[in-house]
């Protein structure tokens, strides 16, 4: 598989002459500084091309052009923001890319409560704690209907066995203090937003007044619904993707949970069966994202590589550990849920050609000093690429 590294363009402080030396091939990334909804014109897409080949390296995929919230929820001008979108998507082929990763989830691009959790090693992981999201929700967020929501909410079978989120959330209200739930909204609505989807920025100054009015569009909006908005956006595109060679690959949901009152639907081999029936197109195929999927207790992740691997276009390899409690953490990228050996053997047979990135890592050895993304380390990303490229040499030497 092609070794590809998500890269937020020239301002990134990880430049690609450091990406050249540690064995990255290809590049992901995006046209971050072109506002939401506006055509990424071919000379903007041909500046940062050529800035990346001038380094020895290719801009494999596109992660992301966004998909406006007003296609999602099908606002009035949907159909306007789909032509937008369609005119990006010929220009990004007029320029020699082809592969497209995007996701159609509601407002929030992936959710986790801590970025910083410590490991016993000293590295740190991101964390996904239950109580603490739903404390957010409830006491924070102040979403109607959410403490009703939250006392509905059942984990997966065997996990999270006669836990009482409510019980425990009332428990955190009497020892929260005001650093901690600022720093619940930073980990949830700034710093795992803002350099993603774009909705949101760190100089935002009444972030949680915007994210009610975005969760406000989604009124009415049920999982089927959404998923019909997702035809429709699908429907729309392909005829542009066939005449371009475009590959679509939508991202699962992340965390693979309903959560704050919005449809997930690309969290179960079940919904990612129906979207790829849906729309029945080559070109209509799925981002991997098997860190994604592994937080899901009820995904069987190397069934469904090799189910869905020949509708695959794009592969994350990471892994995430589910404590019995039904939180979640990043695992290393040899260990958790996943099984990335595995999954790495599956998709190697299938299509050895495909571009994978490894998907978030530890922050280590004074990355959290650095200033980099949330998620996106250097040596932490750097280490688990040296293991993916290992479990990759392994495999080659197998054949």
């Not at 509601?106 to 970025?115: G, H, I, K, N, Y």
Request: hydrophobic share 40%.
């Amino acid at each position: 598989m092609e070794k590809t590294w998500r890269w937020f363009g020239k301002k990134d402080k990880i430049t690609l002459a450091m990406l050249r030396q540690i064995g990255v091939e290809g590049i992901v990334t995006a046209l971050h500084d072109v506002p939401l909804g506006e055509i990424w014109t071919r000379e903007a897409i041909r500046d940062l091309r050529e800035y990346i080949e001038s380094y020895g390296l290719r801009w494999s995929v596109v992660e992301s052009l966004p998909v406006t919230e007003t296609i999602k929820y099908g606002g009035p001008d949907r159909d306007e923001q789909i032509e937008i979108y369609k005119q990006s998507l010929r220009n990004l082929s007029a320029e020699g890319i082809h592969t497209v990763c995007y996701n159609f989830m509601p407002v929030l691009d992936w959710a986790r409560t801590d970025l910083l959790h410590p490991n016993a090693d000293g590295s740190s992981n991101l964390y996904f704690s239950y109580s603490e999201f739903a404390f957010f929700d409830i006491y924070i967020l102040k979403r109607n209907g959410a403490r009703e929501d939250w006392a509905a909410f059942t984990f997966p079978e065997g996990v999270g066995e006669g836990r009482d989120i409510l019980a425990e959330v009332d428990a955190l209200a009497k020892e929260m203090t005001p650093e901690r739930e600022h720093e619940l909204v930073e980990n949830i609505v700034i710093k795992t937003q803002g350099f993603v989807s774009g909705n949101f920025r760190e100089d935002d100054e009444a972030p949680l007044e915007k994210f009610r009015q975005f969760l406000d569009l989604y009124a009415g909006i049920d999982k089927a619904q959404l998923q019909a908005n997702l035809k429709y956006f699908l429907e729309a595109i392909m005829p542009v993707c066939e005449e371009c060679g475009m590959k679509m690959c939508v991202h699962p949901d992340d965390p693979p949970i309903p959560i704050l009152g919005l449809p997930r639907i690309v969290r179960t081999a079940e919904d990612i069966r129906w979207f790829l029936n849906a729309v029945p197109n080559v070109h209509n195929g799925l981002t991997f994202c098997a860190g994604s999927l592994s937080a899901g207790a009820y995904n069987d992740v190397v069934a469904m590589a090799r189910e869905f691997a020949p509708r695959t276009h794009f592969v994350h390899l990471r892994s995430c550990h589910i404590f019995p409690n039904g939180d979640f953490t990043e695992a290393s990228h040899l260990g958790g849920r996943a099984d990335l050996i595995e999954l790495c053997r599956i998709f190697e047979m299938e299509n050895p050609s495909l571009p994978f990135r490894v998907d978030h890592g530890r922050t280590m050895l004074g990355d959290e000093s650095r200033g980099y993304n949330a998620g996106y380390s250097f040596l932490g990303r750097m280490f688990a690429m040296a293991q993916m490229q290992g479990v990759l040499a392994a495999l080659a030497h197998e054949k």
